[in-house]
């Protein structure tokens, strides 16, 4: 059993337990003499589920709970308990249809009622149902038009989608609500619209939109990728060191991006100006080594080889060292290094942590815009 499985249901008991005391409590007030034979069939599924819990058999344990709230219908907690349940557990359209019985009940409080609706569009929103996520997120925005975790959500959806427009309001009314800077999230939104705008060949309009995210974020790497590809479209070879020059001293973590652009798709002319810009780099000690290994590894073996050994490039750290030779040997230990180097995550993201091989604007765990940093590591001794 997961510990949040395990964490939701022991929230459960405690609940079940509340209630059963406080039933038990309003019971002995008004009927003193209640028979106690009947109080201990109703406590008979609470007492069943715990001891399945205790016996890590949480299946037999959730039915037992779910009979304990069938014995007491009224207690809109146990039901609230039990839903959660379910979406831990990936049974989404049973959660669903608690938190769906429960709003249909006029006798829920207005917190309940609330309660009650944002779960259920959690439910929606866990199990796929996009759709009737929104309109359920909607709803609970008109109980609490302030709510911030519901915009946050349909925020979200509206990103997965590719929705920017929509995406761009919400963040307009979650900063609103928060009145927290937002300006680097809705740079990468903005840029998001650039290269959408790029890839249909809009370059007027991807340029307009990029450099409009750079306004709003300097360090924007997706906008300063927009503008460099126009670059490369317009084989504007006298603007490229002004644009590596600008995109090191905005957001240098990564500039490796740009220089494995160039690497795959510029020009003999193009990547003879890049090697000259960075060889000056690696020679007046200013490049970081994720740069120069991004420039290597898109470049045939041979050209790696030269490139590194004109540059007097030796790597700081053990996994620069593997890198290194993926990208410059064709014998066996390269075939290794190859080999290591197709598994190796290369970015890291810097509010969660998770590690991730490709470059990516939001991280995949923590949705956060613009976190993904070039792996490190420590130092290793050189010879």
């Known amino acids: 059993m997961t510990l949040f499985l395990l964490g939701l249901l022991l929230f459960a008991v405690v609940v079940l337990i509340a209630l059963f005391v406080r039933a038990g409590e309003e019971e002995d007030k008004e009927k003193p003499h209640e028979d106690e034979q009947q109080r201990a069939s109703s406590m008979r599924p609470l007492l069943l589920g715990i001891n399945y819990l205790l016996a890590d058999a949480p299946d037999r344990a959730l039915r037992a709970f779910i009979e304990a709230a069938r014995m007491h219908g009224d207690a809109a907690e146990i039901y609230m308990a039990l839903g959660e349940m379910f979406r831990a557990r990936g049974e989404y359209m049973r959660a669903v249809r608690i938190h769906q019985n429960l709003l249909a009940r006029p006798d829920l409080d207005e917190e309940q009622r609330f309660r009650a609706a944002w779960a259920l569009a959690q439910d929606f929103h866990k199990g796929g149902f996009f759709d009737r996520a929104l309109r359920q997120y909607e709803r609970v925005l008109q109980m609490r038009p302030d709510y911030a975790p519901a915009v946050e959500a349909c925020l979200r959806i509206r990103e997965d989608a590719g929705e920017w427009d929509e995406a761009l309001k919400l963040l307009d009314r979650w900063q609103r609500i928060t009145n927290e800077d937002a300006s680097r999230h809705r740079a990468y939104l903005l840029a998001q619209k650039a290269w959408e705008a790029l890839g249909r060949d809009a370059h007027e309009r991807a340029q307009a939109l990029a450099q409009e995210a750079l306004k709003v974020d300097a360090s924007c790497a997706l906008a300063r990728l927009v503008r460099l590809r126009l670059l490369l479209a ?29 690497a795959r798709t510029g020009e003999e002319e193009i990547r003879q100006e890049v090697r000259n810009w960075l060889g000056a780099c690696v020679k007046n000690n200013e490049a970081q080594e994720d740069w120069v290994l991004a420039w290597l590894e898109h470049e045939p073996p041979a050209d790696a080889r030269r490139d590194a050994k004109a540059w007097g490039f030796r790597p700081k750290s053990l996994r620069g060292w593997l890198r290194l030779l993926a990208a410059t040997r064709e014998d066996e230990d390269g075939a290794f290094a190859r080999r290591w180097r197709a598994q190796a995550p290369d970015w890291r993201c810097s509010e969660c942590g998770v590690e991730v091989r490709e470059v990516r604007w939001r991280c995949p765990q923590c949705h956060a815009w613009g976190t993904m940093r070039p792996l490190e590591e420590e130092a290793c001794a050189q010879g």
Do not use: C, I, M, N
């Open 234 to 262: 317009g084989r504007e070879k006298a603007s490229l060191a002004t644009s590596l020059q600008d995109w090191r001293a905005h957001a240098p973590q990564t500039l490796a991006v740009a220089l494995a652009e160039l």
